[in-house]
Every structure is written in C-alpha cells, then in structure tokens.
C-alpha cells in the first residue's frame, strides 16, 4: 500500500512563493501519474496540476504561475507556487496513480488511487 507525504505548506504573503513536495512510499510512479488537488472548507476538491506519461496539465487558474515536476528516482512530485494570491488559500493534497491518465481524466479525483493528508497554504498579509 502507498503512502503519499506531503510537506512545504506554510503562511506566505500575496506575491510570495511556496514549495510543495510529495514523498511517495511502497510504491513507484514513474509511470503513472502525479498530481496536485486543493480544497477550501465547504467546496469540492479542485485540481490544480497534473503530471502525467504525455506531459503537464495545469488548472486555468494558476496557469502561468504554478509549475509541477517530478523527479522519479527519489519517487516525489513538487509544486512550485509563485505570485500566490489570497485565492489560491486551501489545504493542497497530493495525489497519484500508477496508470498514465490523459488530459480528459487527468483533472478527476475520482481517477487517483492515493491520497496524501494535505498541508494548509494559507496567503495573507
């Protein structure tokens, strides 16, 4: 069984830029799929950015400013969030799967066969 460990969450001001990781454990994802989710109390997880065998997929939301990589000999996936806005405050949640999903299914929670507990991010002055 896998276990996702998601770490670099914190308090940063508007503008301000953080650092997620996700350890993966038990299991390998080098080629399967990664990907980032977030939630904000009393809303439906939201996608935010996928790593995935055809390439990157990003949420419209935070095209431009969030980038994903992945190193897979160390079986961890990164979000590197930059020019944080105060809308981007929720808990982030890493997420994989070991089958390579395509851009239709990438943004599904439904198609993640892991979950990790989430790390807040909270963006305020």
């Known amino acids: 069984q896998a276990q996702l460990l998601e770490s670099g969450g914190g308090l940063v001001q508007p503008g301000g830029s953080l650092r997620l990781s996700c350890a993966a454990s038990?299991?390998?994802?080098?080629?399967?799929?990664m990907g980032w989710f977030r939630q904000t109390p009393g809303k439906e997880r939201e996608f935010v950015a996928g790593s995935r065998p055809g390439g990157m997929t990003y949420a419209d939301s935070v095209k431009g400013r969030f980038t994903i990589s992945r190193d897979n000999a160390k079986n961890t996936v990164y979000l590197q969030m930059n020019s944080l806005k105060p809308e981007d405050t929720a808990v982030y949640y890493c997420a994989a799967t070991r089958r390579g999903l395509i851009v239709s299914t990438v943004r599904r929670p439904a198609e993640y066969d892991y979950w990790g507990q989430g790390t807040q991010v909270t963006v305020s002055s």
């Open positions: 038990g299991r390998t994802f080098s080629s399967g799929t």
